[in-house]
Each structure stands twice: as structure tokens, then as C-alpha cells.
């Protein structure tokens, strides 16, 4: 399919996402945005395992995770398998044997004959998009090197709005390495639709893309950058923690260096905001201790269920499925 | 799930298993194994294809093999997918790259978000204890390392019933590595709850544990420990065979010292107890002769017929789905 | 499943398919091949994803391609998934540390107890019929090596008498490294059977098999042999391009030497015979250039969503299914 980058689509009813890639948060404008978050309250029971659903019986997804990640494809693959789809999967080291020099736009137009719709994961930027212009189905991006994750954005917009009860008027904190973390791009980037104000943590050589600093300027969207995490706590209503991605250090002297900096700990939120939500895309490593883990605000299990839900709702919406 | 070590389970029908993790032989007693057993002749006909059952439709089995093993996870998907129920799949060098440090307690509670079961492979013992610790769905122990398989003791057990039409009575001889091979750790644990005598036959380096030892002692179970084969076989009315596991010796030269030790010849067997039944965990390399597949004792490949079998009981029985 | 090399099957109808492995071209005469088309076209509208069919539910495929290959595996168990069945899979690496010396006999066997038919790609010629003497269940051959791929041969000849509406009297080119490409093999023994005159284009180190040439001499089929793609050209109704294959080449020098010795250009073809019809087993390096992709004859594509008719036509046949 092809995708016009930029292009705002402005959904009436479920019709227009039809056959529709999603490759970029950049894509979707706040209705887009209210319009998926509204049908995945319809799709949480069936992805909470409470009811079962056969929408998407006789749709084959085709699953292709050049850089492996079983989260992110468990739940994809989980999502159209409890929606009554089945799937095709190719992961990893199989690729690299396989392609022989093939380009990734043949390769969408060979996996739209086996599949109705197409999720991808790879290490390059714009390597989704690239496909996508081959491919005859849908695709979706599910990580694109340290480019976007933009369903990864939904189910972390999904979450702030179910765990806060809206998103308008909140503050939100991401705290890690801002520069390369993907799943930060996408959500930040869906959040500027929204009434929000921004604490962007990290260290000096990992901050927020200039580019989407201009943005926030000209737009008037109140922001604040920091290195110090406490700056962020005092005052935030989401606190959304990333891992220091090891896999992009190439020196691991670099890596040991940053990787302890942000630790948020249970007691610097009960001396701060005791009700702060509390969201990391997973796996943590040790960004955020066990004690955290039972505090009320602590959302990120709640976050990884969510995924199901998004995906659910995203794979249904592309394939003109209604529940 | 969580799980108490050596906890009996007194089981009157199948509710009580309902939610149960099955991580070590040690946690049955005879009434939950016979429980098993008796149940396990009802699914016998869909694991031999000749009858179909959606009696877990709806259901996805998180399949995790940290180590991979085809045969053992073959066993559980087709059980799961012959009794209508889904599967998504992990498989050995995609998780080093994937866990990037992540708990095994955070990985057991992510994946119960994507699947009603899990069943997990992994080189370390204790591992499957450890993921169970933050799974919310019953996890199954496929192997963990040189700790248990519990599900191939259970099989193993199926099968000596089904070749011999009883278990007590029975002279049973393990033969090879009984140091290692958790198959004969779970069978054999299994085996201390009805009324047979052991013959273990190893080299030294290679001898039951001697925890085990102590036990049948002080349970006054009849055993011998012996180096040579033939004394095995001619008493036992079941020959264990195991293969010399290469993949624990760090020494090649070691491994080659052992390989040889113990081969099963037709004649052995008609020389001695020519109905003995023989069986192997699989693969075998040259433990076992090609003309041994012929007698009718061979119950090798029937064995691993029964492991579609045991695991459509075992599935059916943590999730509550009864045929 | 047993099979006797250079059996051929008189088939009637669908029965006598029932139970059969698929393993070399040379098992069928023109009237298995006839049928095989014929039996195709009833199965195109459920590839296409026009319709959707269940005669294979209950069914269990399982998928072994000891060497990847995204494409071929995708075809079969999408072929297999869009007709109701499902698949256990294993691919690649995992192999190399779960055979730990199993002869592929045993493995055929073991495979045999979950799956109800069994798909093979493997390195080494006639390993998968050393896999089907131990298999219980019919054996599909995805690719011995440098040997044969039937399928391929199938979808190929499908695809020709769709494009073309015939076979008989078609002047069939092939181009390429003749020597060593199993999909060149397969397609030619099988249009041994038809009415046809061959050319046959390489490099002189890379020409077809000096024992198919003797066959053909043999049969009196008209035939030439060339090193100049245009002498091809100029008389071809069908041009099948091949990759050459690098992963067959020890030397990369000697790989560098051949890569670029046959591209297909748009103007090549128009200057020559313009409805000409090309074909591609993919995936295509630079063999033929882009613009050759909107011509008319360009084939390659369509030809590998044919790839899912006539995997959905054998599975159906040879599990007895009728649809």
C-alpha cells in the first residue's frame, strides 16, 4: 500500500482505515487518534480473554520481525490469533540467509500473496515504508530501527487515558534516552494533538530530536528539558521510563556509563506524586525497582495487556473488520 | 502461578488442577498420577487422529523454548492445536537478544498477558520455577536444564502402563547418563509411588543422585546400582535407554570415552527377556540398533506418540477444559 | 510413505494421490500432470482470497526447512492455513542442535506422530526421501539441495499454461546457472512430458546436465544450447530467468564473475518477442531491471501467488481432501 507521509486522514467510521498502512504517528490527527482509542474499548474484553471473537476467521497475517522481539510480536500474533486470524512468521537470522540480495519492496509484493495483512519490524528507518510501497495489503510498523513504533503509541495513549481517565490537561515525563527510543517518538508525537505539557529526562547526549523540540515551539506546547529526573516527578502526572537501549552502544564502556543514571525507585514517587502512573515500554532492566511494582500507579503490566487491545482494534480497522 | 515444592496435590477430579503450574515430578502423589493416567486413555483417540475435539478453542498456548528441542515442542503445539486451541512460538537464539536482562519473573507475567498457558524450555534448572513466580497463567516445565521434565515422566509412565497393562510389579532398568538426564529424574521420582524395583546402570561418573538413592532407601524400594548393562537385562521387564548427552560435556574427548558405553542389541534382548519393552526419550544415536525397531517390545516411537497424548491431558487439565 | 524413483502414477482421480509423497518431477507422466493443473483451477479462487475453505481442518502440516527460505515456507503454510489446516514449524538453525545425529529416517518417524503430512527444504540432495522411508505420513520435497523442488516445477507449469493458455508447441528458454538451480530441474523433466523445444542459456561452467541432454536426444525434443541470452530472445514464448545462486559458491571472486552476466532489460524484450512471458523462481537480485516489471509477460509475481493454488491443490491431494 502506499502511504503519503504527513497526510492527516480524518476518519468518519471505520471505512477510511481500510487497506490503510500505519507507519508513523505522523500520520493520524487528534480525530484519527480519539476515533482508534474509542473502537479499542470495544476490543478490550476479547483481548482480556472474557469473550471470544471470530472477525478476523480466514485473515492470515503475515509476520516479519527482522530484529527479533517477542513482546512486541506475541502481541500482534496473539491479537489476530484471539480474533479468530491465523498467522505467518519469519523472525531474525532467518532473514538474513533468505533476502539474497532482494529488495524490501519485492519483498512486500511477494508477502501480499500469502497474507491480508503485513506487520514488520526491522532495524532501519524507513525500511516499513519501503515495503509498504511493494506491498498490495496493509502494512504496519512495528519498530523501524530507532525511527517509530506508532502502534506502540496507541496502546501507550490507550493506557494514559484509561489509567488517568483522559489525556487533556496532563503532564507527562519521558525519562531515558530520548534520542533513540522509538516508542518515545511515536507517543510524544500523538501527544502534541493533545492539551498536554511535556518533562523530557535525559542525559545531554540523548535528548529529544531538535526538530521535535521546533515543533512544540511553534505550536505553543508547553516543555521542559532536564537531566535531572527529580524535576520531573515533582510535577508529573505520567511518568513513562525507557530503558537505556544496550543493543545501540557500540562501545560498551559508553553503555556502562549511562545505563544506571535514571532508577526510579518506589519511595521518590511516594514523596512526590503517590498517584503518578508510572509506564515503561518493557523489558526494564533495572530502571525501575521490584517495590515499585505494587504501588496503584504502577501501570506497565497494565500496559503490555493494552497492547493486545490496540493491536486488535489497529489489524480490525485496516482489514474493515467491525467488531 | 506460583508453586509450593514438594506440595502434594490430592486430586478428586479435574477442578483442583485447574490453574496448577507443572514444573517437577515431586509435586504428585500416586492419586494425582493415576488421576492423570486414567484421564490421559480419554484423549488417547484425538492424539491418534482418528477423532477431532475444539475443546480448546479459544485458548493460546505461549510456547517458549529457550533451548530448542523440535520433538518436545512439536508435541505440545500439535496437542494444543488437535484440541482446536492456538499457539504463538519462541524458539532459542531469538530470546539472548530479546530478554536484553529482563527477569524471568517479568517475562512469566508479559506473556500471561498474550497467552492462557505457557510451556517452557531452558538450559538453567530452576528456571520454569522462577518465570511461574510472575506468570498469572499455569506454566508447564519442558526441561530445565539437568533439573525435571515432569510431562515426559508423566508420558513415560503413560506408556509403561499401556506396553506392560500395569505399573506395579514391574522391574524397571535405567541405562546411560542418570546423572543428567532429567527425563530419568521425573520418571523415575514418578516410579517411587507404585511397587517396582530399580536397576540403574551407568558409568561411576554418571550414577543416580544420591539424594534419590537415600530416598529409595529410606522408602525400602528395591534397587541395584551397576556399570554393566547385562545385569539389567536380564531382570527388567522395561529398559530405559538414554543417549550419552553430548551437549554436557565441555570435553569432546570425554564425550567420546562415554558414547559407545552402552549399545542395545537385538540379540541382548532375545537372549534375555525377549518381551521386554524398550524405551528411549529420543533422539537416539547409536544407543539402540536399527534391528531392535522391529521387535514388538520397541515402544520408542509409540512412546513418543504418547506425548501428544499426556500433553492434550496436561493442557486440558490446567485449563479447566474437560473432554 | 515409501517411494519407488521413476514410479509413475496413472492417475485416474484424486484417490489413488491420497498417501503419496511428493518428492521428484520424474514420479509424474503427462496425465499427473494434467491432473494436477486441472485439479489447480479449483483451488485459485481460495489463493486468491475470494473465497474460504475448510477441507483441511483437523489437518496438521509439518513445515522442516533445515534451510530457510521465507518464501517457499509462507506458500506452503498459507496454502495450508487458508484451507482450514494449521502448522508446527521449525526452521533453520534450530536444527543443528536438536538432530545431535538422529538419521532422518528417525526424524520422519518421530514427525509422523503429530503431523498428518510433512514438508521438507534441506541442504542435501535425497534427504527427503531418506526422511519419508521413516515417515509414516506423505513427504512434500521443498528442495534437496541442488536437486529438485516439484512444487516449483507444479506452480511453474501452472503458470505457463496460464499465461500462455497452452503448452504444447511453446519454445521454452531458460537462463541462468542450469547446474545448480533445483527449480530449473524440476520444470524441465516435467516439460519433457509436453510438446516443446528448449534453449537453454549459461555460462559454460553452469549447463544443464549432460544426462537431461542425453534424454532429450533421447526423446527427439528440439533443443540448444547457448552462452547469449539473445539467441534465447529471439525465439522464446517463455523466458525463465534464474538467480545465480551466491550461496553455492565457495569462491565470492568466482561469484562476482558470474552475477552480472544475464540482466533481462525492458528493451530486450521489446525489441524481441513483446508478449513474451518471464518468469522468475525469486527472489530476484538484479537479473531482470524494474521497468521489465510493468510489461504485460512479466510473470514473476503472478507466478509466485500461483505458488499458493498449487501448494493448496497437493496438500489437498495428497492428504485425500476434495474440495
Do not use: W
Request: charged share 25%; aromatic share 10%.
Amino acid at each position: 500500500m502506499s502511504f503519503g507521509s504527513g497526510r492527516h486522514l480524518l476518519y468518519i467510521g471505520f471505512m477510511e482505515f481500510k487497506g490503510t498502512d500505519i507507519l508513523s504517528a505522523k500520520q493520524f490527527n487528534r480525530g484519527d487518534i480519539e476515533f482508534v482509542l474509542k473502537t479499542a474499548q470495544k476490543f478490550e474484553k476479547f483481548a482480556l480473554k472474557e469473550k471470544r471473537s471470530d472477525i478476523l476467521a480466514g485473515k492470515v497475517l503475515g509476520s516479519l520481525f527482522y530484529e527479533p522481539s517477542t513482546r512486541t510480536r506475541f502481541s500482534f500474533e496473539t491479537a489476530m490469533k484471539r480474533l479468530g486470524g491465523d498467522v505467518v512468521t519469519a523472525v531474525g537470522a532467518e532473514f538474513s540467509s533468505i533476502s539474497k540480495g532482494e529488495t524490501l519492496e519485492d519483498t512486500g509484493r511477494v508477502i501480499s500473496s500469502y497474507a491480508d495483512v503485513i506487520v514488520m519490524r526491522h532495524p532501519h528507518v524507513g525500511s516499513t515504508a519501503q515495503l509498504a510501497d511493494g506491498a498490495t495489503v496493509p502494512v504496519l510498523n512495528a519498530g523501524d530501527g530507532t525511527g517509530e513504533h506508532p502502534t506502540q503509541g496507541f496502546l501507550d495513549l490507550f493506557t494514559i487515558q484509561k489509567e488517568c481517565g483522559k489525556i487533556d490537561g496532563l503532564t507527562v515525563a519521558f525519562v531515558g534516552d530520548l534520542k533513540r527510543y522509538r516508542a518515545v517518538h511515536s507517543l510524544a508525537e500523538m501527544l502534541t494533538h493533545f492539551n498536554v505539557s511535556f518533562v523530557f529526562v535525559s542525559p545531554p547526549e540523548m535528548k529529544m530530536d531538535s526538530a521535535f523540540i521546533f515543533k512544540l515551539k511553534e505550536k505553543g506546547i508547553a516543555f521542559r528539558e532536564t537531566t535531572r529526573m527529580e524535576d520531573a516527578l515533582a510535577v508529573a502526572d505520567v511518568v513513562y521510563m525507557t530503558r537505556i537501549p544496550k543493543e545501540y552502544f557500540s562501545d560498551p564502556a559508553e553503555y556502562e556509563k549511562f545505563k544506571g543514571v535514571y532508577v526510579l525507585q518506589r519511595s521518590m514517587i511516594e514523596n512526590n506524586k503517590p498517584n503518578a502512573v508510572i509506564m515503561h515500554p518493557l523489558p526494564r532492566i533495572d530502571e525501575i525497582t521490584r517495590d515499585v511494582d505494587t504501588l496503584p500507579g504502577a501501570a506497565y503490566f497494565r500496559q503490555t495487556q493494552n497492547g493486545v487491545t490496540v493491536r486488535m482494534t489497529l489489524l480490525s480497522l485496516v482489514l474493515g473488520a467491525r467488531i
